[in-house]
């Protein structure tokens, strides 16, 4: 907190990034919007692909150290995607063009919204909130109204678990 990174490391990393063919910078950028870590059936429905025809390109970033497989036996999900450092992942979104952006967490929140039930509803509302500064006009304040229906949905969702510490900071972006 407080450390600025020198431009010459986001330098470097863009470098990187810009060894790789155009469809692996533009996953790589798909899979930036989803946060620092990220599962595959999450990449397939913010790129309209099926989680099969990933595996191959995926396991290529993995292989340039880009990004890594987080496996644990204990979580239902039985692994997901990681970037190797945020860093990466930060020159990777900052390089998205705005409409790049919004477009991608729209995406991003229509699936995480498919999943049904609440227990998504944070990530939900943090995809509609990017992809709202990502818009103008009145897409913006459309984006907005969705984002606020679902920070409300994460606070009672984590009021209910008594973790109200959380509730409030879903209350604080609502507003």
């Not at 863009?14 to 990220?38: C, K, M, W």
């Not at 390109?57 to 990681?82: H, I, K, N």
């Not at 409409?99 to 609440?118: I, M, N, P, T």
């Given at each position: 907190?407080?450390?600025?990174?020198?431009?010459?490391?986001?330098?470097?990393?863009?470098?990187?990034?810009?060894?790789?063919?155009?469809?692996?910078?533009?996953?790589?950028?798909?899979?930036?919007?989803?946060?620092?870590?990220?599962?595959?059936?999450?990449?397939?429905?913010?790129?309209?692909?099926?989680?099969?025809?990933?595996?191959?390109?995926?396991?290529?970033?993995?292989?340039?150290?880009?990004?890594?497989?987080?496996?644990?036996?204990?979580?239902?999900?039985?692994?997901?995607?990681?970037?190797?450092?945020?860093l990466i992942r930060e020159v990777?979104?900052?390089?998205?063009?705005?409409?790049?952006?919004?477009?991608?967490?729209?995406?991003?929140?229509?699936?995480?919204?498919?999943?049904?039930?609440?227990?998504?509803?944070g990530l939900v509302a943090g995809?509609?909130?990017?992809?709202?500064?990502?818009?103008?006009?009145?897409?913006?304040?459309?984006?907005?109204?969705?984002?606020?229906?679902?920070?409300?949905?994460?606070?009672?969702?984590?009021?209910?678990?008594?973790?109200?510490?959380?509730?409030?900071?879903?209350?604080?972006?609502?507003?």
């Open positions: 907190e407080g450390l600025t990174v020198p431009e010459s490391l986001h330098a470097v990393i863009g470098a990187r990034l810009d060894r790789l063919e155009p469809s692996g910078r533009t996953l790589i950028g798909d899979a930036a919007v989803l946060g620092q870590t990220f599962r595959l059936e999450a990449l397939a429905a913010v790129r309209g692909d099926p989680p099969a025809a990933l595996q191959g390109p995926l396991a290529e970033l993995t292989r340039r150290e880009l990004l890594q497989v987080r496996r644990d036996p204990e979580s239902p999900e039985r692994g997901q995607y990681g970037f190797v450092q945020s990777a979104y900052s390089r998205l063009a705005r409409a790049e952006r919004r477009e991608r967490h729209l995406r991003a929140a229509r699936y995480f919204e498919s999943l049904g039930g609440d227990e998504a509803a995809h509609y909130l990017s992809a709202r500064a990502a818009a103008e006009g009145p897409e913006a304040a459309q984006l907005g109204r969705r984002a606020a229906a679902a920070l409300r949905a994460a606070a009672e969702r984590a009021a209910a678990l008594h973790s109200h510490e959380q509730a409030l900071s879903y209350c604080r972006k609502a507003l």
